[in-house]
């Protein structure tokens, strides 16, 4: 039905006549799982049936047959007892100040996490009400707004229809929008152009909300209403708001991820919209336009968040006793990483053994002091091949057994011309390394913020190399000059980190020249 007018929808589906009653497998499963509140499910096939909207019944099946794992998480964070810490980081004037307190209160209560505390599942809490005035509200802005008059059925399903973005709290933001964007159509030099459209909305978005990296450690996504009170968030909150404010006038936007940078600390979440030929132009909401944003940092994998259930996801083919790494467990999530990156397949062998009950084998990066999955396949015999793969980059293949990150395989490093090479360190030939800094990337405050590294004379330097564990080398003070390390064994990659450091600092190889290249 792609490219189909929405009007001419309506009439072919309508002109089918009624029905009889079968809601799809997917919707059944949804109704069985729902429990007390099945009858407000039903209530909206119910509605639609009756009022003989049969592609306003489709969209409800769209929305109830994909409500698996679709909720409101409430985290909290607890220390090493699992016992809760209370922290708010509105406590705190900023982020340095932040994580002097996180440092307090971890020298206090041990290493602090957030862990899972509730899941208000929607298929037990949506009313009625809520999805029909948002399912009749996303088609009249599909209907009234000229941007949209191209997108297709399953285009509207997936990129205008949803009534949530991530895990935040269900709230009714479409109506809020929908009143105070009622003057953007008339913004407008072309009023069918989705991107205009897009700059438009962000530039009213910028001008009242804005980053603040306090909300990296802030523990649930934030609502419409928290945001429209504090008027700030991380870069996840900049890209739920955008979704609101432009899907609430049809405008087809997205989110894309990547689960950890590939070249620096943390992650990211981005923008993308339609434009009129359907391609994805990106964009950060409240902060960067459509044409005006580039991503600052090194992507390995990038995944695009959706709200149909992707039938090829990892959590799709997991066994219901399998664990998945963090960013990868979602049912909800698909791989775009050739729309964005030149990529390549690689294989790899996994020459530490297969432990016990293990089906995938996973690909990392090096991020925040720790090799983090981004990918994932099946092991075949004793190898792995993992398809679209950013180039000019670190990886290790890994298992993921009793929830931690093992070693499957030598690190490698993958040129930018696809070539692999092994890093295997070589004890045999010795290296005596001068270094003159521990990372080569200086950072800022932005949404894919990560910590300045420099040395400071004074504070102590450890080397390390990578032997499917960090093995240290030895420790130097700093100088005014170079720290210099001897009987580094060869072919190795290294890690030079300051003592108490938040080991944001980078891994790195030692070419022909002797010189750090930076990974």
Request: glycine fraction near 6%.
């Amino acid at each position: 039905m792609k490219k189909i007018n929405f009007l001419f929808i309506t009439a072919l589906l309508i002109s089918c006549g009624p029905r009889d009653f079968k809601a799809p497998e997917e919707v059944t499963a949804i109704l069985e799982k729902s429990g007390n509140n099945k009858p407000e499910l039903e209530a909206v096939i119910r509605h639609y049936k009756d009022s003989k909207e049969v592609i306003k019944e489709e969209a409800a099946y769209y929305l109830i047959g994909n409500l698996e794992g679709q909720g409101y998480a409430v985290y909290r964070l607890v220390d090493t007892t699992g016992k809760k810490v209370e922290f708010n980081v509105l406590d705190y004037r900023n982020y340095d100040s932040l994580l002097t307190g996180w440092d307090k209160l971890e020298k206090e209560k041990g290493t602090l996490r957030f862990e899972l505390d509730t899941l208000i599942r929607d298929y037990n809490t949506l009313t009625a009400d809520y999805l029909i005035t948002n399912i009749d509200l996303a088609f009249e802005a599909w209907e009234k707004n000229p941007w949209a008059k191209n997108l297709g059925f399953d285009q509207f399903c997936e990129y205008v229809l949803p009534y949530r973005s991530s895990n935040e709290p269900i709230e009714n933001w479409r109506q809020y929008f929908i009143q105070e964007l009622a003057w953007v159509k008339d913004s407008l030099k072309d009023k069918t152009d989705p991107v205009e459209a897009t700059g438009i909305v962000n530039d009213y978005i910028k001008s009242w909300f804005s980053f603040d990296p306090r909300y990296y450690e802030h523990p649930t996504d934030q609502g419409l209403k928290e945001m429209l009170l504090n008027k700030m968030g991380r870069c996840e909150d900049m890209t739920n708001l955008a979704i609101y404010a432009m899907r609430a006038l049809a405008i087809p936007v997205m989110s894309d991820f990547t689960p950890y940078w590939a070249n620096t600390g943390n992650n990211h979440a981005w923008n993308a919209v339609l434009d009129k030929n359907d391609s994805v132009i990106i964009f950060m909401g409240g902060e960067s336009n459509p044409g005006e944003y580039h991503l600052g940092n090194k992507l390995a994998k990038v995944w695009r968040k959706t709200f149909a259930i992707q039938g090829n996801s990892l959590a799709m083919k997991m066994e219901e006793w399998e664990k998945a790494p963090k960013y990868l467990s979602s049912k909800t999530i698909k791989d775009v990483t050739d729309k964005y990156i030149p990529v390549t397949p690689i294989k790899v062998e996994l020459t530490k053994g297969i432990p016990d009950s293990t089906n995938f084998v996973y690909i990392c990066v090096f991020n925040s002091g720790e090799w983090c999955a981004i990918d994932y396949t099946r092991p075949y015999g004793m190898k792995a091949t993992f398809s679209k793969m950013g180039m000019g980059i670190a990886y290790l293949p890994a298992f993921y057994y009793d929830e931690e990150i093992i070693p499957a395989g030598n690190a490698i490093i993958l040129s930018d011309s696809g070539k692999i090479e092994a890093k295997i360190p070589d004890h045999k030939s010795k290296l005596t390394l001068t270094l003159y800094s521990t990372t080569q990337r200086l950072t800022k405050e932005t949404t894919d913020f990560t910590e300045k590294a420099k040395f400071n004379p004074g504070s102590s330097y450890t080397l390390y190399y990578w032997n499917d564990k960090w093995e240290k080398i030895g420790t130097e003070e700093a100088g005014e000059g170079p720290l210099i390390f001897s009987n580094v064994p060869s072919n190795a990659i290294y890690w030079l980190v300051e003592d108490d450091s938040r080991e944001e600092e980078r891994i790195f190889t030692i070419d022909e020249e002797d010189q750090q290249i930076w990974w």
